[in-house]
Nanobody, 124 residues
Framework: QVHLVESGGGLVQPGASLRLSCVPF????????VAWFRQAPGEQREFVAA????????YYDDSIKDRFGISKNNAKNVVSLQMSELTPDDTAIYYC?????????????????WGQGTQVTVSS
């Protein structure tokens, strides 16, 4: 059965870093376009970052592009989101999403597979 599993979330202080991982089961990362979205309490789900199937083309929301980095490791079949200089505004559930078809990387409706999410809490 195809599913995505996220890990790496946790409670950190402002200014800290975290590395989230997304592992697709039943899928191969090199065949996928993968994105991270997040949803804060009481807010809509929003786009964070995406990486094309080639692992080279990446996209970021303007609010995080200087602090977050998305990457693919085809050998390990994992997509990572490296987050630095975290602030309380980054507190949210972070979701990994994947699709096989080329399309708009920022549109959540285009993604076919979703993980259950991992909680990131930034608080002093």
């Amino acid at each position: 059965q195809v599913h995505l599993v996220e890990s790496g979330g946790g409670l950190v202080q402002p200014g800290a870093s975290l590395r989230l991982s997304c592992v697709p089961f039943g899928l191969i990362v090199s065949d996928l376009e993968v994105a991270w979205f997040r949803q804060a309490p009481g807010e809509q789900r929003e786009f964070v970052a995406a990486v094309r199937w080639n692992g080279v083309d990446t996209y970021y929301d303007d609010s995080i592009k200087d602090r977050f980095g998305i990457s693919k490791n085809n050998a390990k079949n994992v997509v990572s989101l490296q987050m630095s200089e975290l602030t309380p505004d980054d507190t949210a559930i972070y979701y990994c999403a994947a699709k096989k078809d080329y399309g708009g990387p920022r549109n959540s409706d285009e993604y076919d597979y979703w993980g259950q999410g991992t909680q990131v809490t930034v608080s002093s």
